[in-house]
């Protein structure tokens, strides 16, 4: 195994010493995987997700009004238009 290209590519400084034991851990690693890869897996069904969570989505409706006085604060807004509180433009260029 090419240690010392592999941490060109990965853009890490090893120096000699390091670059045995990374040599020595990859090749752990892959060891490792190759017996994976013996496991008989034919009938075992495939697993997308550790947990049986699922999304819950909630209903797709207006939100409530969660206050009663808007006639009072739309009244003590200083300006209005159309049943709006009329404010300053925050964008310029858009109307």
Not at 22 to 37: A, H, Q, R
Not at 42 to 49: K, S
Request: net charge positive; no cysteine; proline share 3%.
């Amino acid at each position: 195994m090419d240690i010392k290209k592999l941490s060109q590519l990965a853009r890490i400084k090893l120096n000699k010493k390091e670059q045995e034991s990374f040599g020595k851990d990859l090749e752990s690693v892959l060891g490792y995987i190759g017996k994976l890869k013996e496991a008989k897996i034919e009938n075992v069904p495939e697993l997308t997700h550790i947990l049986a969570a699922k999304n819950v989505f909630r209903l797709d409706e207006a939100p409530v009004e969660s206050f009663g006085n808007s006639a009072e604060l739309l009244e003590a807004a200083p300006e209005k238009k159309k049943g709006f509180v009329k404010v300053k433009k925050v964008f310029n260029g858009q109307d």
